[in-house]
């Protein structure tokens, strides 16, 4: 399967990284949690339960995580 050019791009590829906040950092980490949620369920027939368990712990934690940092901005 080939992946979407807009959906990965590689660091290298840029001449200087873009400078990204803390915040900006876990809300691409939850995009790339949720793009390895929904290829599981794809690429493995029923899905891996114990994959998908960990993946979502992880979106869990990404997002209290970026809740805390919305409260330490205001």
């Not at 599981?40 to 809740?67: I, K, T």
């Amino acid at each position: 399967m080939n992946i979407p050019a807009p959906i990965l791009k590689l660091l290298h590829d840029e001449p200087a990284p873009v400078q990204e906040s803390a915040a900006q950092h876990v809300r691409n980490c939850i995009q790339l949690l949720l793009l390895a949620e929904a290829r599981v369920s794809e690429v493995l027939m029923g899905g891996d339960a114990a994959l998908l368990d960990l993946l979502r712990r992880a979106e869990v934690r990404a997002f209290h995580a970026l809740f805390e940092l919305g409260q330490e901005a205001s």
